[in-house]
């Protein structure tokens, strides 16, 4: 936990009695000033993934490959990513995690211009496929590790709650501007953008802590087993939900990368508030049926993304919808998930394992929907097959807050530095 929490007197400060309440939850999102400073990373970072780099798939489409091409070269990516997960730990004992998100950060950085390269199949896409997976195996993991080390437990909700409302803010232009640049200027402005922007992410990360990671952490692996079968399961979750659904929402548009900019944007603005009325929602103790909420959303989504091919006023709906749901079943799943981290004798190896169950779980779901496209299978059955990954993850997650019903952490864990954390 913070030490800045040391410095916070519940029920001091200029505001009368009346205003005790809202000040508490006003503090609750902002009192912890490096977790405050990671949201301001992951912010800007969401400019660029929520810009050109939400026209990765879809460009991928456009260059030249077919369907069972994209969620095949998407599966390619995510095996290298679990190929290079084992490096992770060591270079983080040997530089710290934080550095070792700044390093990820210039990595994933690298990839975008490549994608401007690519034409089809060919030496292009393989380059891809190889910078895109070493970047992200090196990002991810560090930086889920650092935010769940970082973070409060008591104010998990709210503190995800805000970075994914960072992220659909800046997602309302965002997108709208790189399919623009993608049609005024073409793929290497547009891209290429994008990796300078990604690049300053790393800026904030400088004024931060960086935390250690122990040489031999025994039973770290084995508390990390909930959090890779959550994450596995959100990753073929994710084949057909995400995947499957953005190359059906470009094709429904007909292919347009303003049309597509446009909906992207539509959608960001219906989830920008979302994650922060229902982050102050698990925090007070109401994370079962935050689940119920979750996933009954997810169903009604899926539904409405499967019957939208062809129907582009449907698919600019529920891609609406699934960003208000995203804000519901985002900071349901990772307050439990950094909890958990947090929690186990190392957030770092709790991380790798679990993101390499996101690994495991996304390839197979990309490659199960591409031999489905390759088969004839519409997209639309594609888009069904997340429901086989979503209810082991209601499982999963209603099992956790029945037994965590309260998020409390012992007061004289505030007098722990997070530069000194045992958890690392």
């Known amino acids: 936990m913070s030490a800045d929490r040391q410095n916070v007197a519940?029920?001091?400060?200029?505001?009368?009695?009346?205003?005790?309440?809202?000040?508490?939850?006003?503090?609750?999102?902002?009192?912890?000033?490096?977790?405050?400073?990671?949201?301001?990373h992951y912010g800007i970072h969401s400019v660029a993934f929520s810009g050109a780099g939400a026209f990765y798939i879809v460009y991928l489409l456009k260059a030249g490959l077919p369907v069972p091409g994209v969620l095949g070269a998407l599966a390619a990516i995510l095996a290298v990513r679990f190929s290079f997960r084992p490096i992770v730990v060591p270079l983080a004992i040997r530089f710290g995690i934080r550095t070792l998100v700044i390093i990820g950060?210039?990595?994933s950085a690298c990839q975008y211009p490549i994608v401007a390269e690519v034409h089809g199949i060919g030496w292009p896409l393989l380059g891809l496929i190889l910078v895109s997976g070493f970047g992200d195996a090196i990002y991810w993991s560090s930086y889920h590790a650092y935010f769940a080390s970082l973070?409060?437990?008591?104010?998990?909700?709210?503190?995800?709650?805000?970075?994914?409302?960072?992220a659909a803010t800046v997602g309302i232009l965002s997108p709208m501007v790189a399919g623009g640049a993608l049609v005024a200027f073409g793929p290497r402005v547009a891209f290429g953008g994008t990796a300078l922007i990604l690049t300053t992410a790393a800026l904030p990360l400088f004024f931060t802590p960086n935390t250690k990671v122990a040489r031999h952490v025994p039973?770290?692996?084995?508390?990390?087993?909930?959090?890779?079968?959550?994450?596995a399961s959100d990753g073929w979750t994710c084949a057909g939900y995400y995947f499957a659904w953005q190359i059906a929402l470009f094709v429904s548009l007909g292919e347009s990368f303003l049309a597509f900019g446009g909906a992207l944007a539509i959608a960001a603005a219906a989830g920008a508030v979302g994650g922060l009325l229902l982050g102050?929602?698990?925090d007070a103790g109401h994370g079962k049926r935050a689940v119920w909420l979750a996933y009954s959303g997810f169903v009604l989504v899926t539904l409405l993304r499967a019957a939208a091919p062809g129907h582009p006023t449907l698919a600019i709906t529920a891609n609406a919808l699934g960003a208000l749901e995203g804000c519901i079943y985002i900071p349901t799943m990772m307050t439990a998930v950094y909890n958990l981290a947090k929690r186990s004798p190392c957030t770092l190896r709790f991380h790798v394992f679990s993101e390499g169950g996101w690994d495991v779980g996304g390839a197979s779901g990309c490659?199960?929907?591409?031999?489905?496209?390759?088969?004839?299978?519409?997209?639309?059955?594609?888009i069904l097959t997340s429901m086989l990954g979503a209810s082991v993850g209601f499982v999963i997650l209603r099992r956790y807050y029945l037994d965590h019903p309260a998020l409390d952490v012992p007061v004289h864990m505030s007098d722990i530095p997070v530069t000194q954390s045992p958890l690392v």
């Open 105 to 107: 950060t210039f990595l």
């Open 10 to 40: 519940p029920n001091v400060g200029p505001f009368p009695k009346s205003c005790n309440f809202f000040q508490g939850r006003v503090m609750a999102y902002f009192r912890n000033n490096t977790v405050n400073l990671l949201n301001l």
């Open 151 to 166: 973070g409060d437990h008591e104010d998990r909700g709210s503190q995800i709650g805000v970075r994914e409302a960072i």
């Open 367 to 382: 490659l199960f929907i591409a031999l489905l496209a390759w088969a004839g299978v519409p997209l639309s059955v594609a």
């Open 280 to 282: 102050r929602f698990i």
């Open 219 to 231: 039973g770290a692996y084995r508390a990390a087993r909930p959090g890779g079968l959550l994450f």
